[in-house]
């Protein structure tokens, strides 16, 4: 499985980016889908889940209402619009996928023990 994220950049404050993960190797359709972060010196956090049984997505509270998750299963990729970007946006983003059926939260010790990871976008945000 590999999985390929693109879109990263440079932004100002409220500025906008969309991230995109391009999967092949494996069927989205059937897959868990989620965007983590990691911000230089600080933990990666799950910042946005799609689940494959009802199509729900769920976010991290700090990103409600400025990101969206999407997930194209016919193209295989999985997209993240966000929008009205804030500093502490800054981080390296990560596409992951599982199949497990444990992957049900944003919690990240079992995408990490159960995912497939992409190698990550750069989103730089600028004051």
């Known amino acids: 499985v590999q999985l390929v994220e693109s879109g990263g950049g440079s932004e100002p404050v409220g500025g906008s980016l969309r991230l995109s993960c391009g999967v092949s190797?494996?069927?989205?359709?059937?897959?868990?889908v989620s965007w983590f972060r990691q911000a230089l010196g600080k933990a990666r956090e799950g910042v946005a889940r799609?689940?494959?049984?009802?199509?729900?997505?769920q976010y991290l509270d700090s990103v409600k209402g400025r990101f969206t998750m999407s997930v194209d299963a016919a193209k295989n990729t999985a997209d993240l619009q966000m929008n009205n970007l804030k500093p502490e946006d800054a981080a390296v983003y990560y596409c992951?996928?599982?199949?497990?059926?444990?992957?049900?939260?944003?919690?990240?010790?079992?995408?990490?023990?159960?995912?497939?990871w992409g190698q990550g976008t750069q989103v730089t945000v600028s004051s």
């Open positions: 190797g494996a069927a989205l359709a059937g897959y868990d």
């Open positions: 799609f689940d494959s049984a009802d199509h729900s997505t």
């Open positions: 992951v996928i599982s199949d497990s059926g444990l992957t049900d939260t944003l919690r990240l010790k079992e995408w990490e023990r159960f995912g497939s």
